[in-house]
């Protein structure tokens, strides 16, 4: 066979095989553009797990019409322009790949207002049909992003999703992490138009708290200490569980870098060791934490999902985990079940 160019569809639908893996990726991707627009109230709405719809309200800052049809497109993005953007990127997205995958394996439409317009506009993508005429929509300031029938024309990955309970319990886990990563966000999720969950914007550390609770269940806070350092330009705030808290998985350990939440090697090592003296063998500890550092000191673009990220300074950012849990923990008194500021 000869070489030749492949049809855009199709690579839509290659760049879909790695962001789309199943709906719960398709609400990751959904709810981290609703954060980058600066909304602070999002409505995700649910039905079938998701294969039937996904629908995603927010009040940022909306998409210009004449920009509705760019963002159907691939590699087209608001949030960067040039390599050294991309260096010290700071919004969830930049790969300008995540609409116009999904767009290329399900029904999509966008409909969006910026401030001080009259109304709001309307594109839609299906498959290999692109509407990128705009229509007027009475939509409020915001963006919504409806989304239906995932996968109704790539078979092949519709045979791989789980029971409509198994996406959803998918969902759930994404929005939970995603809730925790933007206490200023109000989140709403329906399923099947039932309210599964409601979280008004958490300010307070109480309100904070509380949130916290509603997602990790109120034994963590109860058993957590809030902790608070900063050096070398790091910063690691969040709770730690008691070594007495610990669990046999590692189903409650939240880990952020700069409002991501990640998982990496070098980060789980600096934990271990730090809980290494107080946990007993084969027990798990428990976290929310933020580490926050400048943006130009980790490479977020190390994975199309981005749940990896890649840290310039790595020995540095290790021993300064490593100590600040070390003295949190070495700090906390037997018996000591409240929460305290070190
Ligand atoms: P990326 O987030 O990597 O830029 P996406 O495909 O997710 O790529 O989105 C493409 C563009 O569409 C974004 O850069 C942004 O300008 C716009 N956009 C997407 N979702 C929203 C939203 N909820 N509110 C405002 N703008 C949005
Ligand atoms: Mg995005």
Not at 39 to 44: F, G, K, L, S
Request: hydrophobic residues 40%; contains cysteine; proline residues 4%.
């Amino acid at each position: 066979m000869r070489i030749q160019l492949l049809p855009p569809q199709l690579i839509n639908q290659i760049a879909a095989g790695e962001v789309v893996e199943r709906p719960s990726s398709i609400v990751k991707e959904l709810v981290e553009n609703c954060f980058d627009a600066g909304a602070n109230q999002i409505v995700i709405e649910i039905e079938q797990g998701g294969t039937r719809l996904i629908k995603i309200r927010d009040n940022g800052c909306g998409i210009e019409k004449d920009d509705l049809s760019l963002a159907l497109s691939r590699h087209a993005t608001s949030k960067i322009a040039s390599l050294h953007d991309l260096e010290q990127v700071v919004s969830m997205g930049f790969r300008g790949e995540a609409l116009p995958s999904i767009s290329s394996v399900a029904r999509l439409t966008l409909i969006s207002r910026v401030a001080n317009v009259d109304c709001a506009w309307r594109v839609s993508a299906d498959g290999s049909e692109r509407d990128f005429n705009p229509q007027p929509d009475p939509h409020p300031q915001g963006t919504t992003v409806d989304v239906r029938d995932l996968f109704y024309n790539t078979p092949a990955r519709r045979k791989f999703l789980k029971t409509e309970k198994t996406e959803f319990a998918h969902i759930e886990t994404v929005v939970q992490r995603l809730a925790l990563s933007r206490f200023d966000t109000g989140l709403t999720l329906l399923h099947n138009q039932k309210e599964i969950l409601t979280l008004k914007p958490a300010v307070t550390d109480v309100q904070q708290e509380q949130r916290i609770a509603g997602i990790c269940g109120s034994a963590f806070i109860d058993n957590a200490v809030k902790i608070d350092f900063e050096a070398s330009g790091l910063r690691l705030s969040g709770w730690v569980g008691l070594p007495t808290f610990s669990r046999s998985q590692q189903d409650m350990q939240f880990f952020y870098v700069n409002g991501r939440l990640i998982r990496d090697k070098l980060v789980s090592h600096a934990i271990k060791q730090a809980y290494q003296d107080v946990l007993f063998q084969g027990r798990h500890s428990v976290f929310v934490l933020y580490l926050t550092l400048d943006p130009a000191l980790i490479d977020v673009n190390a994975h199309p999902a981005k749940t990896e990220v890649r840290f310039r300074e790595g020995r540095l950012v290790h021993d300064f985990l490593f100590s600040a849990l070390h003295r949190s923990l070495a700090n906390i008194r037997p018996g000591k079940t409240t929460a305290a500021t070190y």
